[in-house]
């Protein structure tokens, strides 16, 4: 166990638990020093963010800033993570963050980055987790399952004390236009869980 999330972001810096570390250029921690009431669980870093080093940057990172004001939040009111760290790629012939493309993380890789996220999620101890695509829902429920069963309604976890709120990637908008009304609609069901079961400020 780490006392706080910097000492945690320093040991998963320096992590080669899977062959992930040997193409990535940064690992992608969270972006938040302290802990927060409502943690957005994405499921890898792709190119953008394995340049830059934070998550969520580049247009994913648009479309999460636009569902945020939906919810009249912005990043600095959420703590925002990833399942897996490092940018799980493919060979790629389009060139455009080099040779490599993004794809989903493989279940070794979820495997390898285990106790990093749960280990996270202890010290960032939200209120409401937000799993966004269905790596982290099924990462923290334990099985796998599609976001399609389980979006837009809160879920209770035992294992970690707290509820959950499954949505769709947002990348799956950029991919899917047809998906934003669905989106939207779901968001505005988080608001309306957040307004009854969440009082902004870290735990």
Known sequence: MFANLPELREAVRSCRNCDLALTRNNVVCGNRDQGCGIF???????????????????QAGRELEEFLSILNLSRQDVYIGNVVKCRPTKPSTRGRY????????LVKEINACANWFDEEIRLVNPKIIVTLGGVPLSRIL????RVGD????????RRYGCHLFPLFHPASVIYDRSKK????QD????????SVAYLPGPR
């Open 187 to 194: 968001l505005v069901k988080l608001k309306e869980f957040l």
């Open 98 to 105: 080099g040779d490599y493309a993004n794809r989903k993380p």
């Open 181 to 184: 009304d669905i989106y939207v």
């Open 40 to 58: 957005l669980a994405g499921e890898a870093p792709g190119g953008d963010e394995d340049l830059t080093g934070q998550p969520f940057t580049g």
């Open 142 to 145: 334990g099985r796998t399952v």
């Open 150 to 157: 389980y979006r837009g309604k809160a879920i209770f976890s």
